[in-house]
């Protein structure tokens, strides 16, 4: 079956533009979750949805940064005025619940973002 | 403060070998602790799954234990295999009620040599 996509797969924009990514998770997983990745670094937790709603979002690394995601399914990951230091993959996993159930969480390709 | 710690940093190994790598935790309330492994430039994928109750769990060639008491965890790999060269990832769940949090260490970067 389908897995989890995301797109663009990749993305350059300039500094101080505002970019949007899109994650379409695994059809019925109700959990869905963003990282980011920077070269060579670990990955970082950034928020995750449980249906229609982030119960937390204290991941977020800035204001800059928001997320939504409607119909309990797709979700956009949105950077304001971006800054170089935002240059990063950006990966988008789901579950069929949130992790603590121990479901298992699958990832998507991830979105490479460059901001010049 | 909830941490996950991961050793090695980086890892070389000859074809073959086995290996193990750690991790350590100070997450309350535990829920779950997994492994990933990690390709450059793929996405995670998961290889186990524990639970407090859960000592060992094995997938093919690679063995994670779990100690509870002393919040630690290992990956064993056996046999190692050129493929196995990737990043591995330990991540413990935390949840209480409506608290989820998803706690990751820093991974373990492994490179098997011929």
């Known amino acids: 079956g389908a897995g989890v996509s995301q797109s663009p797969s990749n993305k350059v924009t300039e500094k101080g533009k505002d970019v949007e990514l899109r994650c379409d998770p695994i059809?019925?997983?109700?959990?869905l979750y963003w990282y980011r990745q920077s070269l060579g670094q670990g990955l970082e937790f950034l928020i995750y949805?449980?249906?229609?709603?982030?119960?937390?979002k204290s991941g977020l690394p800035s204001d800059r940064f928001s997320a939504e995601r409607t119909g309990g399914s797709v979700s956009t990951l949105t950077i304001q005025r971006t800054q170089q230091e935002d240059s990063a993959v950006y990966l988008c996993?789901?579950?069929?619940?949130?992790?603590?159930?121990?479901?298992?969480?699958?990832f998507g390709p991830g979105t490479r973002l460059t901001v010049t | 403060k909830n941490q996950v710690e991961q050793s090695p940093q980086s890892l070389i190994i000859l074809e073959g070998k086995n290996c193990t790598l750690q991790?350590?935790?100070?997450?309350?309330?535990?829920?779950?602790l997994r492994w990933y492994k990690q390709d450059t430039g793929r996405g995670p994928v998961s290889l186990t799954i524990?639970?407090?109750?859960?000592n060992t769990k094995s997938n093919g060639r690679y063995t994670a234990t779990l100690d509870a008491d002393t919040k630690q965890s290992s990956l064993h790999i056996t046999a190692s295999q050129l493929s196995d060269s990737a990043s591995y990832i330990c991540?413990?769940?935390?949840?209480?009620?409506?608290?989820?949090?998803?706690?990751f260490g820093a991974g373990t970067r492994l490179a098997v040599h011929p």
């Open positions: 991540v413990v769940s935390a949840t209480s009620g409506g608290y989820n949090k998803l706690i």
């Open positions: 059809s019925g997983h109700t959990a």
């Open positions: 949805f449980q249906g229609n709603s982030a119960p937390d």
């Open positions: 991790c350590n935790y100070t997450v309350s309330p535990f829920s779950n």
């Open positions: 524990m639970t407090f109750s859960e």
């Open positions: 996993a789901s579950s069929l619940l949130f992790l603590a159930s121990s479901y298992e969480q699958y």
